[in-house]
């Protein structure tokens, strides 16, 4: 379920609901496989996204289980470059889960609407990402649905949101659940086709379709029909033509089939900033000093400072009164 935070929004619907707790909703955002997303506002007038999870989901024990579990572990994702959860509901109807609102659009739309990022765009695009994900990892929790829905362009960064809940939809045989796939097909990792466990590594792989799409506008395992995209995750090599070559190898290294082979994401940090030993809040930080959005105008230099008024140069006066 994506947060189409920043872009366009429709009408709540006579049967949506107006309020949910504290939250007053005010449109819909997007609807995905596990419920609809709503613009709300809490009581000091902060806007929020409201994730409301489908009826027939919220009725079974076993996906209101893992819910709890997984939204409990994302609580504990620190902020930098995510869209972090700022409350929930897990116990009564309906059940929801509310983020920051991130205005701005999704890598998806921007690159879809401008082309791919061009050189300092593309690496603060690729830095942030993976920023969030040692974000994400360090709270013991997998993405595992990564992919250019799910990263957004905001004024201070690339953010990424919906960490952790698709494994609420997981079942025990493997990517599909009733029918339905969870994941894009383009951005699974090719062990999860494998039906292999899923871990951080998987992520990482997710992270390499998601900056070569960024880079290229194309995603490195397009196909027409869902099992030719599987079968090139699972057996060909990506398509990185015209990916910057200062990341083209490392994005490669990203997408090796085997996730023991790929590297870590401190790796990533490391290699992408020059940093042995790279500290995410601090690049975190960096991230935001330095980040313009792409297609946004240039911020114009401040105006030149007025002159200072000249100083009198005559013969110093004597205060009257004083010899």
């Keep these: 379920m994506t947060t189409h935070a920043g872009e366009n929004s429709d009408a709540l619907r006579p049967e949506d609901p107006r309020e949910l707790g504290p939250y007053r909703l005010l449109s819909r955002l997007g609807r995905g496989g596990m419920g609809t997303v709503f613009l709300g506002q809490d009581p000091g007038g902060r806007r929020v996204a409201v994730k409301v999870i489908n009826r027939e989901l919220a009725g079974e024990t076993a996906f209101r289980d893992r819910f709890r579990r997984e939204v409990n572990a994302a609580r504990q994702v620190r902020r ?57 990892h360090g709270a013991g929790i997998v993405h595992r649905d990564l992919k250019p829905a799910n990263v957004l362009l905001s004024a201070t960064g690339p953010r990424v949101i919906d960490f952790g809940i698709a ?97 870590s994401v401190q790796e990533l940090l490391a290699r992408l900033v020059g940093h042995t030993d790279p500290n995410p809040a601090l690049i975190a930080e960096t991230v935001q000093a330095s980040w313009h959005v792409p297609g946004a105008p240039p911020v114009p230099p401040p105006p030149p400072a007025a002159p200072a008024p000249p100083v009198a140069t005559g013969p110093a006066r004597t205060p009257a009164g004083e010899p």
């Design 80 to 136: 930098f470059c995510t869209a972090p959860v700022i409350d929930a509901e897990l116990d009564a109807d309906p059940l929801y889960v509310v983020t920051e609102y991130i205005e701005g659009p999704s890598l998806e739309r921007a690159v879809a609407e401008r082309g791919p990022l061009p050189g300092s765009d593309l690496e603060g695009l690729a830095v942030g990402v993976a920023t969030a994900l040692a974000a994400i």
């Design 167 to 263: 494994r609420a939809l997981d079942a025990a045989d493997g990517p599909t659940r009733t029918g339905q796939l969870v994941g894009t097909p383009n951005y699974l990792p090719p062990e999860l086709l494998r039906g292999e466990p899923v871990t951080p590594a998987s992520d990482v792989f997710s992270w390499g379709c998601v900056v070569a799409y960024a880079g290229t506008a194309r995603a490195p395992f397009a196909g027409n029909t869902v099992p030719e995209i599987f079968y090139k995750v699972a057996h060909e090599p990506p398509k990185l033509d015209g990916l910057d070559p200062s990341l083209s190898e490392l994005v490669g290294a990203a997408l090796d089939k085997d996730p023991r082979k790929r590297p």
